[in-house]
Structure formats: structure tokens, C-alpha cells
């Protein structure tokens, strides 16, 4: 039976889904990464039940400093994560594109591989000596980590409030980087900027006008590029670090997703790569 706190945010896994069924009928060139998506969504969404339910000591950090991350990732039991995932790898790898099935097949076949890739990926550690040994790169072995740990992660974080004073450009409750930036009206501001966290979806209120990378203020270095269709998601750029994020502005689709309407754009972030921009965060399918 669903509890009535888990019973909510359970839905928002499945208008995720929705969503990603609706941009898949209308974006067919964005096919390939919505169709992994939908493959990746209920394994995310049973992971995200069951760190609900499970009992996760120390991992929330109360009364800590006002710029300090509120969750503690690498407190979490790995002891208690690793048969997780390692059912998540064998529900996800039949389902996944040949470069990823073939990574994760290595991971799936050793233990301490697992572990040691959980606990560094927790710890914020590079992943680069793990991926040497299975022949890719880093960036390519992370998927594998943060698709696990995302849904763990939103979980955790939806308990604790985001401090109302938080005005980094890392996310309050994680400390990882910010995968796309939002607008929207609320009752206290019209059009407010929030950044969402790329790891646990947290959302917080960041500036208009600056550059959440390096803190780049001045006008005449920012630029926003938009494309007819679709209006709502439009790229970010700053001059003076090279670095872009994407905004999803509700205000001019109230249906969208922001972090699968972020997947179904992938035009954007092709046409970024090409100008020579890099992306602060990029999301889970690797663009
Ligand atoms: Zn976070
Ligand atoms: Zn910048």
C-alpha cells in the first residue's frame, strides 16, 4: 500500500512518463534518447519506493552551516545499496544502447566494481582509475552511478526544506551541479529563475541575469538563443566562460517536464557543441 507522504511524489514519476510518451509522438529526432528514458523510468521510479521506505541514518545533515549541502551521500550504506544495484543494472542493461550495455556488463560482473563505484561516485572522487580498468571513459561510467542514485537521492532530499537564502550555483541539498535552469510565476515573483539539480531534482531560486557558472553579470555577455519550435526551452549562453544551460520557461508551456523536456531537445545542446560551448552540467543520457 502507498503511504499518503510517498503517494505524491510516486506521481511525478509517471507524468514524467507521460510526458516523455508525448515528446516522443512530436520530437521524432529526439527518439533515441526518449526511448531510453522510458526504459530508465520505471526502474528509477521503484528506487525512488524504496529509499522512501528504507532507513538511511546520517544521511540528512541538520543544523549544518547555511552554505553547507544538506545531504550526506557518503554516509549512505553502500552495504545496503549495492545489491540494489546491482538488480537495477540487470533491469536496465538489455534495454540500453550498445556502448552503455557493454560498460555495464563489466560493472555487472564484479562486485567490488560496484562497490568501489558507488562509493567513489558518493564521495564525489574522480571515476577515471574504475573506468581505466573497463576500458571507457569516466563520463561514459558515470551514467551508470547517477542514473542509480538519482531517484535515491530525490527521495532523501523532498523531506528537507531548501534553505530560502541559498544563492550558489550548486545545489543546497546534494552539492552537485545545476543540469538546467526554469522559469516561473509564483506568488511571490513573477518569472522567478531556478536552477534543478542534476542529481536529486532539488530546485532553487538563482538570479536573473548571471551566469550560474562563473558569476558573469554584465549584459553584453550573456546571450539567450531561442529556435521557433519549441519556444518554451531556449540555451543559455555566456560569453566570458563559454559555459551554457538550458531553461525550460513554464510560463510558455505549462505542461512541460523541465528535466525530460531538457532530454527532448537535444537539437539545442548539438547546436551549443558546435559553437564550442560546454555544458555546466550534462544531463543523464550524456548531451
Ligand atoms: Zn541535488
Ligand atoms: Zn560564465
Known sequence: MTTGLSRRPLQQWEVRRQRAVKLLARRPHAAPPLEFLLELLPLQSELFRWSTEAEWPGAIVTGAGDDTPKLRLDALSIDLLVPRFATFLEGLLPHSPDVLAEIGAGVQAREPTQRALLKHYLAGQDLSEIAAGLDCEARQLEFFPRAFMQPIAEALARDTAVPEDWQENFCPMCGRLPQLALLRD???????????????????????????????????????????????????????????????????????????????????????????????????LGM
Open 186 to 284: 509564483d506568488a511571490a515573483a513573477r518569472g522567478r529563475r531556478l536552477l534543478v539539480c542534476g542529481l536529486c531534482a532539488s530546485e532553487w531560486t538563482f538570479r536573473r541575469g548571471v551566469c550560474p557558472h562563473c558569476g558573469e553579470e554584465r549584459p553584453g555577455q550573456l546571450f539567450i538563443h531561442s529556435v521557433p519550435d519549441p519556444t518554451h526551452v531556449y540555451v543559455d549562453e555566456c560569453k566570458s566562460c563559454s559555459a551554457y544551460l538550458k531553461t525550460v520557461d513554464l510560463r510558455k508551456d505549462g505542461l512541460a517536464v523541465p528535466l525530460v523536456d531538457e532530454i527532448a531537445t537535444v537539437e539545442l545542446d548539438i547546436w551549443a557543441e558546435e559553437r564550442g560551448l560546454w555544458k555546466i552540467q550534462p544531463n543523464l
